[in-house]
């Protein structure tokens, strides 16, 4: 059984920095795109990066601050988020999709097929 499982989230004051993981099971990450969205109370949930096997994808605005990295040892993918802003408050999902980040599918929650429960990051003083 396909599983996704984030952790990490938390509370943080601007400026600060969290790490967020994504540990996958049932899958072989290697074969799989693994992406973070995020979704902030009243918004639609939007896509934050994306990582596959030989393409790695970030939102435009988020490039510099948020890094996404993976260890197939571990099944883990993770989101490296730094300079945090309250604007960055949300609820944080990874998700999955066979394949690679294709640049029209990447940012689309349509894309994926199988989702993590998400982790809360709240960024505040």
């Known amino acids: 059984q396909l599983q996704l499982v984030e952790s990490g989230g938390g509370w943080v004051q601007p400026g600060g920095s969290l790490r967020l993981s994504c540990i996958t099971s049932?899958?072989?990450?290697?074969?799989?795109?693994i992406g973070w969205f995020r979704q902030a109370p009243g918004k639609e949930r939007e896509g934050v990066s994306c990582?596959?096997?030989?393409?790695?994808r970030h939102t435009e605005s988020l490039k510099g601050r948020f890094i996404i990295t993976r260890d197939p040892a571990k099944n883990t993918v993770f989101l490296q988020m730094n300079n945090l802003t309250p604007e960055d408050t949300a609820v944080y999902y990874c998700?999955?999709?066979?394949?690679?980040?294709?640049?029209?599918?990447?940012?689309?929650?349509?894309?994926?097929?199988?989702w993590g429960q998400g982790t809360q990051v709240t960024v505040s003083s």
């Open positions: 998700a999955a999709r066979r394949g690679s980040c294709s640049p029209d599918v990447w940012r689309t929650t349509a894309g994926y097929d199988h």
């Open positions: 990582i596959s096997a030989y393409v790695i």
């Open positions: 049932g899958f072989t990450t290697t074969d799989y795109a």
